[in-house]
């Protein structure tokens, strides 16, 4: 994650043409960033020292979205690795990447939902229509259900963590219903109501592409890689 944000602090400034654009910065010796905001704001920042690929996909929208289903974004979180279209047994992706050297994981904050994986470089091709078909969840009856379990047991987790007390105390200090101040997390009881109609309405509303940003850190010629996420790019802006 330290290269990532190092990576989008170096190249924010230029990022702004909608073709791919490559940037060098002699600070980082052979590094290069290479650039484009079409269909999506997508970096892919090349250096031969990396020992494994990287992928990160952040999504602008969190837990202050949640509405009066506390805990929604999070659950969505979970939902997008349970079944897709494409490979609908759930957490393919992470069966896959077991197999190949790699793991993912994901993360829900205010206002960013984070998908990200790291993988062997051989296999970082064959890794992407795992990781896409992600972003076209089935979201079923029984996959909800699912997450709202395993949601339920993180927050039972986090009740007697340390650093879970400290952060809702300071939450609790706000003022009475202020956004922040939320249970942002959600339990079973939270999200009981939660059905298909409301999932699908909020991911529909929320995954889009003006608000999804994607990362690759990897040590593959660039110019490979944006053939290789080209057809997948424009399968999200399809969809």
């Known amino acids: 994650m330290r290269f990532i944000m190092t990576a989008m602090a170096v190249c924010f400034p230029f990022w702004t043409q909608a073709s791919w654009t490559t940037q060098s910065d002699a600070r980082f010796g052979d590094r290069t960033f290479t650039y484009t905001k079409e269909p999506i704001d997508v970096l892919i920042v090349h250096d031969p020292l990396f020992n494994k690929s990287h992928l990160a996909m952040a999504v602008g929208v969190g837990s202050l979205q949640d509405g009066e289903h506390l805990g929604l974004a999070h659950l969505t979180e979970h939902l997008l690795f349970l079944g897709n279209q494409t490979y609908p047994e759930p957490n393919d992706l ?43 969840p089935l979201l079923k009856p029984q996959a909800i259900e699912n997450a709202i379990d395993i949601v339920d047991l993180e927050h039972q987790k986090n009740q007697n963590q340390p650093n879970w007390m400290l952060f809702y105390q ?47 850190l990897t040590n593959q ?8 996420l080209k057809p997948y790019l424009h399968t999200l802006s399809k969809s």
Do not use: C
Request: no cysteine.
């Open 170 to 216: 300071a939450r609790s200090s706000l003022f009475p219903n202020h956004p922040r101040g939320l249970f942002h997390t959600g339990d079973s009881h939270t999200l009981k109501d939660v059905d298909p109609t409301i999932v699908s309405d909020f991911f529909h509303d929320f995954y889009a592409l003006k608000s999804m940003h994607l990362v690759v």
């Open 94 to 136: 992470s069966q896959w990447l077991s197999q190949n050297g790699g793991y993912a994981n994901a993360y829900t904050a205010e206002d960013t939902t984070n998908y990200f994986l790291e993988v062997q470089h051989d296999a970082l091709q064959d890794t992407l229509p795992h990781f896409f078909a992600m972003f076209s």
């Open 221 to 228: 010629p660039t110019h490979q890689v944006q053939a290789w």
